[in-house]
């Protein structure tokens, strides 16, 4: 995949209309991976944006952050119903590709160090893209231009070729589903501090207490390991079977491994590495008032590869 510099100078595109396109790079890529759940995917569609945006004829386009938006969203929906005819022979469960952010010194972590913004670091956790994966492309793709980049209907209703009152019914049934779901609010950081370290405590010292208080009753543990590595042939549910996974089986599976704190998808998390490689990447979910209601292990060795930090919004 070619970087931006590269994408520039191949394609002989003017400083003026590149610097347009730089601008809009972070806005469209967050577009992307959230309507596609794959940071690699959503780099191709930007990549496909930047070149028809190098030929188009600039002079006839008014408004280039509205059609930079509408080519992108087009791409993705093309991108995006490949994606699911694959995903259904996929082995075992699918969670999102994580994106990855720098985590500052831990003297200067606040509230406000998580993610982008309140808003776009919500938008951004792995509940949030697993929710959205229950919606239509469509209704996704409305549902994101709306409600996280606050985009008129108008120019919604021109990306997915529609009438804007089709966009606005797509937009109410995808809010339907987003607030029955409660996976779009933001958990405090001290809340997520404290349960990453009494989830570390668990596996590393057996001291399993702190943790089961802090789950929710009917918490799920997912494991993607794509077919490519083992990993948990089923979804466990239920505290009783999650704790005992996490307190028996996570201390021999993880044994000599090392932790490392980063912030995935707009909140924080764990890198596992062993031998200098990252083996496995551990985010979780909440809910309203805090509990955990979700640990998501990312085994898969492909999705991990790319790992790095990302401008996104």
């Known amino acids: 995949m070619m970087h931006s510099d590269a994408m520039t100078k191949d394609l002989s595109i003017e400083p003026a209309a590149a610097a347009v396109f730089e601008e809009a790079r972070p806005r469209l890529l967050g577009l992307a991976y959230r309507i596609l759940g794959s940071l690699a995917d959503a780099e191709d569609a930007v990549q496909d944006t930047f070149v028809k945006w190098a030929d188009a004829e600039r002079a006839d386009i008014d408004t280039p952050a509205a059609w930079l938006t509408t080519v992108c969203t087009r791409r993705c929906l093309d991108l995006l119903r490949a994606a699911q005819r694959t995903r259904v022979s996929y082995v075992g469960a699918w969670l999102p590709e994580p994106v990855q952010t720098a985590l500052p010194p831990e003297s200067a972590i606040g509230e406000g160090d998580v993610g982008e913004g309140p808003e776009l670091a919500a938008s951004l956790t792995t509940a949030f893209l697993l929710m959205l994966e229950r919606l239509t492309p469509k209704e996704r793709a409305a549902f994101l231009l709306r409600e996280v980049f606050d985009r008129p209907y108008g120019e919604i209703a021109a990306a997915l070729d529609l009438k804007e009152a089709a966009c606005r019914k797509l937009v109410s049934r995808a809010k339907d589903h987003v607030e029955q779901a409660q996976v779009r609010h933001r958990t405090p950081a001290e809340r997520q501090d404290r349960l990453l370290a009494a989830f570390r405590a668990a596996v590393e010292e057996g001291a399993t207490g702190p943790l089961a208080a802090l789950l929710a009753d009917d918490i799920r543990l997912s494991a993607d390991g794509g077919g490519k590595v083992p990993a948990l042939g089923r979804v466990l549910q239920g ?60 085994r898969n060795p492909e999705k991990l590869a790319a790992l790095r930090p990302v401008t996104i919004q």
């Open 239 to 298: 505290r009783d079977a999650v704790m005992h996974f996490v307190g028996r089986a996570l201390p021999r599976l993880w044994a000599g491994q090392d932790w490392r704190p980063v912030i995935l998808n707009g909140t924080r998390a764990f890198l596992m590495e062993q031998d200098g490689r990252t083996v496995a990447a551990v985010t979780f979910a909440y809910d309203p008032e805090g509990r955990a209601t979700g640990i998501f292990v990312l």
